[in-house]
């Protein structure tokens, strides 16, 4: 499926759900990422992701607030010269965050959001010790190797009843090779637009 399709489908997806909910908002959300992992001499890369989200309002504050990414995150150490790691990874993230909302004034708010997430790495590069360390490689690896899991604090400030500015921190409880052997941890600035 190429991109102009996935766009398409997300938003054909987003239109169809937007007018069957009442009350709840269906959105769109973009970030930019700084990613790393716990593992020793790992460097903080870039990354970012793209997807949706839909608050669902449980009572007059309270919200859950499912989301789905598709993103792009690194994990890089060097050590020396010849002994150096990297792997890259395009995944797809499911945060299901607990979303309490503080009204500020008629038109803005900020949110404080808790809840764990669950992520799957479809495909990627690698560079490790045993290649000459310049070239890449596509990694490969069971269902165990792609799947992670964590938990997912952040903030959101309103700055309109659409607009919202994001601010989100993730860590993960499972440590991979693609992580290199580390907990991945990141932390994402983003946009976010209610339709």
């Known amino acids: 499926m190429n991109m102009k399709r996935l766009f398409a489908l997300i938003a054909l997806s987003v239109a169809v759900l937007t007018s069957i909910a009442q009350g709840n908002r269906f959105g769109l959300v973009v970030n930019g990422d700084l990613t790393g ?108 190797r792609r799947f992670n899991y964590g938990l997912q604090i952040g903030a959101e400030f309103e700055c309109s009843p659409r607009l919202q500015l994001l601010l989100d921190g993730r860590l993960s409880f499972k440590s991979s090779a693609l992580t290199l052997d580390g907990r991945q941890r990141a932390l994402a600035l983003g946009i976010g637009y209610r339709l």
Do not use: C, M
């Open 37 to 144: 992992t716990t593992a020793s001499e790992s460097q903080w890369k870039l990354g970012g992701n793209v997807g949706t989200f839909y608050d669902i309002k449980l009572v007059k504050s309270l919200y859950l607030q499912p989301r789905l990414l598709i993103g792009y995150e690194e994990a890089e150490y060097k050590k020396s010269a010849k002994n150096d790691a990297f792997f890259s990874q395009w995944n797809v993230t499911l945060p299901v965050l607990l979303s309490y909302r503080f009204a500020l004034s008629s038109s803005t708010a900020l949110r404080f959001n808790v809840g764990p997430y669950g992520q799957y790495a479809l495909f990627g590069r690698e560079r490790q010790q045993f290649t000459d360390g310049r070239r890449l490689g596509w990694w490969h690896g069971s269902f165990s």
